[in-house]
């Protein structure tokens, strides 16, 4: 895909005074956003708080700022464009060789919606591991806070949120499972001080905010002692759409499947099939292990 640069210029964010000027192609940010970072290799759940998130970061009227990465950046990204919110990707290096190549596309949508693609880097420079490190280190100057979604212990999101910790932004971590790799990152975040990020009114309380609401519950666990199971009626609201239903019968049919094979199957999008597993996850009609989903 051929990138455009005929409207790349330098851009100097007016709060950050003790920084060059960055290269910018789109509208920048006109404050400090609110940084939505993951993991790459990202679980449903991990999608949909980043989403949710990002949806929580607009409603307050910042731009979501991420890195443009697979996972949960991508879905903090998508979830901005799709709820008419701005949004800036950071790159790693030049505007001219935007990485992952795979998301030129998503970039340039992101700059036709109005958000923009922001670099340290000037045209011409190739992303290098040591830039991705630097990239994060911007991530958390450009934002007013960061919501890690879904991380390891060790990763570019917890680097970024270390920085915003060290500039003395808030940092908020969503909980996750007890026990597994992908909670390793928020939990030692919210171990060391983080805020918990459970709702818009967790974001709103970190910037000093009132109001919002948190994220209703209904995930619950099926059989746990005291507890309630998921309504039929929620089950059926689930699997009685034309798109539950084809996922079910690919399931039934080929037993475990991971994302990328729901969406060969089924010729669904990768977001509907992974907003479709989050639901039936939830009603406890699918159960997912090591990123493959079997019947419960």
């Known amino acids: 895909m051929k990138i455009r640069m005929d409207d790349a210029r330098r ?3 007016p709060w ?44 307050l009227g910042h731009s979501v700022i991420s890195g443009g ?17 701005h949004t800036a990707v950071v790159l790693a290096g030049g505007l001219d060789r ?23 880097y000037a045209p011409g420079t190739p992303p290098r591991p040591h830039r991705f490190l630097e990239r994060n280190h ?21 680097t970024t949120a270390r920085v915003a910790l060290s500039l003395g932004r808030p940092v908020l971590a969503v ?4 026990g597994q790799s992908l909670s390793q990152g928020p939990h030692g975040l919210l171990a060391r001080g983080a805020l918990p990020m459970t709702g818009g009114r967790s974001l709103r309380r970190a910037l000093g905010k009132t109001g ?6 209904t995930n619950r666990l099926m059989d746990a002692p005291f507890e309630e ?24 049919e080929h037993q475990m499947l991971d994302l990328a094979g729901f969406s060969r199957l089924t010729r669904l999008p990768i977001q509907v099939v992974t907003a479709l597993l989050v639901e039936l996850e939830i009603a406890g009609v699918v159960t997912e292990r090591q990123g493959s989903y079997r019947l419960r």
């Open 11 to 13: 851009w100097n964010p």
């Open 16 to 59: 950050l005074a003790d920084r060059g000027p960055l290269w910018i192609r789109g509208v920048p940010p006109g404050a400090p956003g609110v940084a939505v970072v993951g993991a790459r290799a990202s679980d449903p759940y991990g999608l949909q708080v980043a989403a949710w998130s990002a949806r929580e970061a607009g409603a």
């Open 69 to 85: 990465a697979e996972g949960c950046d991508r879905a903090a990204h998508l979830e901005a464009l799709r709820s008419g919110g």
């Open 98 to 120: 935007p990485y992952p190549a795979a998301h030129s596309a998503l970039f340039e949508d992101i700059v036709s919606a109005g958000g923009a693609l922001v670099t340290a």
């Open 138 to 158: 911007l991530i958390a100057e450009l934002s007013a806070a960061v919501i890690v979604a879904r991380s390891r212990a060790r990763s570019g999101a917890h």
């Open 175 to 178: 909980p996750g499972p007890v």
């Open 212 to 217: 919002g609401q948190e994220w209703p519950i």
């Open 229 to 252: 199971p998921v309504g039929e009626k929620f089950v059926d609201s689930v699997t009685g759409t034309p798109e539950g239903e084809v996922m079910l019968e690919v399931l039934i």
